[in-house]
């Protein structure tokens, strides 16, 4: 008789990237499965909306890199592990991941890891590093991006023991992501906040303000899209917070100033409730210059029925039909940039109502989170088997 499944996830921190979102869907479905659900985690926003009667949280330092708390980390995990008889221990991370490597080596719990994204390296000793992630029973790559990342940079750590590779798609909560739950009310207090003209066409660039991102890139787009003779009436959104990365925002809103486009580009700090960004936009960028793990900008605007733009490099590639829910441009190109926005500005509105509506059809078939959940549930139970 297979014993009851117990999965105990360990993250850095509860936030609201990929990785976090992930790891608290999966917390709650297995919940609803008849398993035991844990999460240790240092802290973060997320936190306070996991349902504590369903999922067992624990407090620790695991989102530090210092080899004494990594050995602290692992010991704690080990009781845990022992004293509510986990099977599975699945981590997100690197640093967690040697904690967990060592905590499963003295006890009898599945070791899993899932790649939430590319760990590049320039010396051995930072790959050795990163290897704690191919080092598992089970690892769980997040696109065909990502696993062929492990294949060229890691397949040797696979060859010391019989170890399990495959891609299980990151997924999102559809229903939350679903332009027909969004509020009126909602939108309307969003419009009035970030003081948007709702008569011109909404380009929104959601993403964390950095260089790799592609701000300046989107930027040079719109620079080139506003000297158009023919084009409607546009507002660009980058939407995004810098993240101590002063200077860099500076470098952006002195590019706006630049180009005199102080009343086309508005900067948007964060948004609680993406949807609602989302509901108020007519098109999404994502202009990333060096490859996305997952992408997963490009799949919640698929699933709120938007059209997206996006660098034809790394997991948006996998996300987007090209030229069905969205167009996919020569990542740095700008000009190939400027006509692809060019192209959806000037569409025709039921075009472009029907671009959106593929796109959430791609999304609700590939990228759900329910079939994330499923996926990985599934394999957890073949690994007791």
Request: net charge positive; charged share 25%.
């Amino acid at each position: 008789m297979q014993k009851k499944i117990k999965v105990l996830q360990v993250i850095p921190r509860l936030g609201y990237g990929g990785a976090e979102t992930g790891c608290y869907d999966l917390a709650h479905f297995l919940s609803e499965r008849d398993c035991k659900s844990f999460i240790i985690t240092s802290g973060g926003p997320l936190l306070k909306f996991i349902k504590k009667n369903k999922v067992k949280v624990f407090k620790l330092p695991v989102h530090s890199k210092n080899p004494i708390l990594i050995l602290l980390n692992a010991i704690m995990i080990t009781f845990i592990i022992i004293f509510y008889n986990i099977t599975i221990v699945h981590a997100r991370s690197r640093a967690p991941a040697w904690s967990c490597l060592i905590a499963t080596k003295f006890t009898t719990a599945k070791f899993v890891t899932t790649f939430h994204g590319t760990y590049n390296f320039n010396n051995k000793v930072k790959k050795f590093y990163n290897s704690i992630m191919a080092k598992s029973n089970l690892v769980i790559a997040g696109s065909n991006f990502i696993f062929s990342h492990i294949n060229e940079n890691y397949r040797e750590f696979f060859l010391e023991k019989k170890r399990k590779l495959l891609v299980i798609y990151r997924g999102i909560n559809t229903d939350y992501f679903n332009p027909r739950n969004v509020s009126k009310p909602k939108i309307d207090f969003l419009v009035n906040e970030w003081k948007v003209n709702r008569d011109n066409f909404i380009i929104l660039m959601p993403g964390r303000l950095t260089n790799w991102k592609g701000q300046k890139l989107f930027i040079e787009a719109i620079r080139l899209l506003s000297l158009k003779d023919d084009i409607k009436n546009f507002t660009a959104i980058i939407l995004g917070d810098e993240q101590g990365r002063n200077v860099y925002k500076k470098q952006l809103m002195g590019l706006v100033e630049k180009y005199r486009l102080s009343k086309t580009v508005k900067f948007i700090n964060s948004c609680n409730e993406m949807p609602v960004a989302y509901k108020i936009a007519n098109l999404v960028v994502s202009a990333s210059i060096e490859p996305e793990a997952f992408g997963r900008v490009s799949v919640e605007a698929q699933s709120m029925c938007l059209p997206i733009i996006a660098s034809n490099i790394g997991g948006s590639r996998e996300t987007i039909i090209n030229e069905k829910t969205g167009l996919l441009f020569d990542s740095g190109k700008v000009e190939m940039l400027t006509d692809a926005l060019y192209k959806f500005v000037n569409m025709d509105d039921k075009i472009l109502h029907s671009t959106g509506l593929q796109g959430r059809k791609n999304i609700l078939k590939k990228f759900d989170v329910e079939k994330m959940c499923n996926s990985t549930f599934t394999e957890y139970k073949k690994l007791l088997q």
